[in-house]
């Protein structure tokens, strides 16, 4: 059974930093496989943040993220994280990481894509 448990979530002061991680278990990424962090505030459309197609450069970042996260995938621990520094209270809000497990050309932004996800970790940023 695929699972993925995020972790590393918490409370800092505006311009920390925190590291998320996303572990799987039940499956081992394979290349071309993609792996998404989403964020959610509540009453706020859920916002794709970064997507790593696995064993690919340039990862996609949005716009609002560009910069200061950093996503990678550390094959032997089968985890995923996510690097955020310089944060921002705009920052806060639950973050999930979900995984598609089929061999993609190119990972798409749309939660629907993914049908594996985690529980959600919450980040919350104080000025």
């Known amino acids: 059974q695929v699972q993925l448990v995020e972790s590393g979530g918490g409370s800092v002061q505006a311009g920390g930093s925190l590291r998320l991680s996303c572990a799987g278990s039940?499956?081992?990424?394979?290349?071309?496989?993609?792996v998404v962090w989403f964020r959610q505030v509540p009453g706020k459309e859920r916002e794709v943040i970064t997507i790593?197609?696995?064993?690919?450069?340039?990862?996609y970042y949005a716009d609002t993220v560009k910069g200061r996260f950093t996503i990678s995938l550390d094959n032997a621990k089968n985890t995923v994280h996510l690097q955020m520094n310089s944060l921002k209270p705009e920052d806060s809000a639950m973050y999930y990481c979900?995984?598609?497990?089929?061999?993609?050309?190119?990972?798409?932004?749309?939660?629907?894509?993914?049908?594996?996800w985690g529980q959600g970790t919450q980040v919350t940023v104080s000025s």
């Open positions: 790593i197609r696995t064993g690919n450069p340039n990862p």
């Open positions: 039940g499956y081992t990424y394979r290349a071309n496989n993609c």
């Open positions: 979900a995984a598609d497990l089929q061999w993609r050309a190119a990972c798409r932004p749309s939660a629907s894509e993914y049908n594996y």
